[in-house]
């Protein structure tokens, strides 16, 4: 079989747009970069005829172009393992397919791995055009994330970066199911440079993360990187019990040595409401942990593959 320097891992989840743009550009950017390299495109979308279409018709032009098609959408995160596992190249490059994450930075990736680097990560300048409220809620996270967790992710990397053959085959050995790849590839450690680009507006199609999914992401990386939400837990209930302690002392207190009536002084319904919804929030903290352990011990497999368009199998 033909040595294959680079393959780049795309997901894709109905992109019928921009896919075939997509592919242009990043071919241009290939064929000039004088490596051989492989396109896996990672369909994320059994029912999604109309992408898988367009992707079928890019293989059937161009023999350097694969396709794993999922069963179902398994999510972002989920796919890049996939095309990950398939990789053949020394080398494996993983990038959005809407031209956010834009071809052009992939020779400097390239040269920076040359130079020695193992993992060659992208920090994100600003992203163009994104909402208020997406580009805050990111750099809160991640700060938040950096101080709370036992390691530091950095701030805006997306997960569009270059890994060496060595950190790809330890990176498949890392087994969790519901998986956060920046924080795995931070905690893998290796020898790492980043460099910076300016992310682009989309120009075609929409973001494919609803706030329902950037929250189950941003939950992922939180409860899969720290346990602060839980020592969390025991502080406030610490904090609560000791209230209560010097609360009862002064109740008994007025109670024994004065005449006084005892006081009531804070009503008492909505002290014990606010417990009642402070233990909940706890309980709800506790079950989030349990259900990912839950998850992790039924040992399914990560994802399902129902077909595969490569040049070996035509
Ligand atoms: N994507 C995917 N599965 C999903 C959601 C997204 O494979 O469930 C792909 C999508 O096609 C794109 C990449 O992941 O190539 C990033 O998605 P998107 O651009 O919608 O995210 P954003 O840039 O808005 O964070
Ligand atoms: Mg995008």
Not at 189 to 203: C, L, P
Request: proline letters at 3%; hydrophobic letters at 40%.
């Amino acid at each position: 079989m033909k040595r294959i320097d680079i393959s780049i891992v795309v997901p894709v989840y109905r992109e019928e747009e921009i896919i075939s743009d997509f592919y242009n550009e990043l071919v241009k950017v290939m064929e000039s970069s004088g490596t051989v390299f492989e396109i896996i495109f990672v369909h994320d979308d059994r029912s999604n005829s109309e992408t898988m279409q367009k992707l079928k018709e890019i293989h059937y032009n161009d023999t350097r172009v694969v396709i794993i098609g999922l069963t179902r959408n398994f999510g972002h995160q989920i796919a890049l393992t996939a095309g990950m596992d398939y990789a053949r190249g020394e080398a494996v490059v993983t990038m959005d397919g809407d031209l956010q994450h834009p071809p052009e930075l992939i020779p400097t990736l390239i040269e920076n791995w040359k130079k020695g680097y193992d993992i060659v990560y992208t920090i994100r300048e600003d992203v163009l055009g994104e909402s208020f409220f997406k580009k805050y809620s990111a750099k809160l996270f991640y700060r938040m994330m950096s101080r709370i967790s036992d390691i530091d992710m950095g701030i805006n990397c997306a997960d569009f970066r270059l890994m060496s053959r060595k950190t790809v085959e330890e990176f498949k050995r890392l087994k969790e199911k519901s998986r956060f790849i920046r924080g795995l590839v931070s905690w893998m450690g290796y020898n790492k440079i980043g460099v910076t680009y300016i992310a682009k507006e989309r120009s075609k199609g929409e973001t494919k993360f609803s706030l329902r999914k950037i929250i189950s992401f941003a939950l992922n990386g939180l409860l899969s990187f720290s346990n602060f939400p839980i020592r969390l837990i025991s502080f406030i209930g610490l904090i609560v019990s000791s209230v209560s302690f010097l609360y009862l002392i002064r109740v008994t207190y007025f109670f024994l040595f004065t005449e006084e009536k005892i006081p009531n002084m804070l009503p008492i319904t909505t002290i014990i409401l606010i417990l009642c919804g402070v233990q909940m929030l706890m309980l709800g903290i506790i079950g989030e942990y349990i259900a990912k352990i839950f998850t992790e011990t039924k040992n399914r497999p990560i994802y399902i593959i129902d077909e595969i368009y490569d040049k070996v199998d035509d």
